[in-house]
């Protein structure tokens, strides 16, 4: 009795040519992903003042080629804006090779970010950080979900301020209501 696990292998060899050809094109497919170089975000935990996505763009892109680059804004929506302009709180800079973010993040972290004295940069310090297995999508994904969760409560602070504003008009009108009525019973008497 043969065993139902056992493969059938057809007699013109048809198979056989068949998976060469798929281990062909999975090999390819390999070669591809392989020659597919990971991208590398390193995090900017602390951006100096009227430094700008221009100005990074300029210091870092001396190491290696630079996808994109992403700065908080200091501001809240709605907030206006101090004297110091281009205010960032912390950002994002994407290398084209992971490698090159590690080294970027390896030799810049703790190092001064402007080295002649006139500089305005001259005494700051960079706090960079490399994000090991952190993607783009990441950061547009929480970037979202701030946005939101912004919304909300705006939503919620405004519903909050309108129940607030009615209990009071309630009141004032029941005052009056109240007021009138003593008139009228003082009136009465």
Not at 18 to 33: C, M, Y
Not at 139 to 165: D, N, P, V
Request: glycine content about 4%; hydrophobic content about 30%; proline content about 4%.
């Amino acid at each position: 009795m043969p065993e139902a696990d056992t493969a059938r292998v057809p007699e013109n060899g048809s198979e056989c040519e068949s998976s060469e050809a798929n281990d062909e094109k999975n090999s390819d497919i390999n070669i591809l992903q392989k020659k597919k170089k990971k991208r590398g975000i390193i995090y900017l935990s602390t951006i100096p003042p009227y430094m700008n996505v221009a100005k990074i763009r300029e210091i870092f892109s001396q190491y290696g080629e630079i996808g994109r680059i992403y700065l908080q804004p200091s501001t809240k929506p709605g907030e206006k804006r101090k004297r110091v302009p281009n205010q960032f709180t912390e950002g994002w800079v994407e290398f084209q090779k992971k490698k090159v973010a590690k080294q970027v993040a390896a030799n810049l972290n703790n190092a001064k970010i402007g080295t002649r004295k006139k500089s305005r940069y001259y005494d700051m310090l960079w706090n960079i950080k490399y994000i090991p297995r952190f993607k783009w999508v990441h950061l547009s994904e929480r970037l979202a979900y701030e946005k939101a969760a912004m919304k909300q409560r705006l939503r919620a602070e405004i519903s909050q301020a309108k129940k607030e504003a009615h209990f009071l008009q309630n009141n004032v009108e029941k005052s009056k209501k109240i007021k009138r009525k003593k008139a009228m019973e003082t009136a009465d008497l």
